[in-house]
């Protein structure tokens, strides 16, 4: 089973277009995660949710959307994408929101803006 | 500025060496470490953490030793076998003044490649 799933697994857009990615944790934890990974691997928080309330807050430009549905869902919505938002994302969930304890992430969208 | 660090971008060791990999850290009031394993199109992975009022952890093939006079981390892999073969993240965490929460900062990452 998986534990923390997203989708879609690529992402290939134009310039200017809106789009979202979704993640799913089915392990019951109260706390999920937007992280951002780039080109050199450098792996980066922009968001942080408990129980749907957002918590972390980086500073991610107001184009990068995160809404929580309910605490097992944790969806990103990018509007007028820009080419230096080529990355891969991904979604982590743990139980505390402490920052402690083991984050486990998903498999990773990797987005490329042309 | 603070930041989490590697010495060693990459390190190429032989089936059945020990590995040592490198984390310098610069923020004093981090308290919770972490390093984490990242394959190749897949997500991190946790591998072990320690917490600031120890100096090192052991878990299974894996050591995690911290030495908070020069704020420097790292993790020691034992018998390293090709399926180690990643990248390695060292992170650290620090409450947000006042806060519950923290948030996990990350360094470059340290590409193991191991030779058969």
């Known amino acids: 089973d998986t534990a923390v799933s997203q989708t879609p697994k690529y992402l290939v857009t134009q310039m200017g277009n809106d789009k979202s990615i979704k993640c799913e944790q089915n392990?019951?934890?109260?706390?999920m995660y937007w992280y951002k990974q780039d080109s050199k691997k450098f792996l980066k928080i922009m968001f942080s949710?408990?129980?749907?309330?957002?918590?972390i807050n980086e500073t991610v430009p107001n184009r990068f959307s995160p809404k929580s549905p309910d605490k097992a869902h944790l969806n990103l919505h990018i509007n007028s994408l820009e080419l230096g938002d080529s990355a891969v994302y991904f979604c982590?969930?743990?139980?505390?929101?402490?920052?402690?304890?083991?984050?486990?992430f998903g498999p990773g969208t990797r987005l490329t803006v042309t | 500025g603070e930041s989490v660090g590697l010495h060693l971008p990459t390190l190429s060791v032989q089936e059945g060496d020990n590995s040592i990999i490198n984390c310098a850290y610069s923020?004093?009031?981090?308290?919770?470490f972490i390093w984490y394993k990242q394959e190749s199109g897949k997500g991190p992975q946790f591998i072990i953490d320690?917490?600031?009022?120890?100096d090192k952890r052991q878990g299974q093939r894996v050591t995690v030793l911290l030495n908070k006079t020069v704020k420097h981390l790292s993790l020691q892999i034992a018998a390293t076998q090709p399926g180690d073969s990643a990248v390695y993240f060292c992170?650290?965490?620090?409450?947000?003044?006042?806060?519950?929460?923290?948030?996990?900062?990350f360094g470059q990452g340290t590409i193991l490649t191991v030779h058969p």
């Open positions: 923020n004093s009031a981090s308290d919770y």
């Open positions: 392990l019951g934890h109260d706390t």
């Open positions: 982590a969930s743990s139980q505390g929101l402490a920052g402690e304890g083991e984050q486990y």
């Open positions: 320690i917490r600031s009022n120890m």
């Open positions: 992170a650290e965490n620090r409450y947000a003044g006042g806060t519950s929460y923290g948030k996990l900062t």
């Open positions: 949710y408990n129980n749907k309330e957002l918590i």
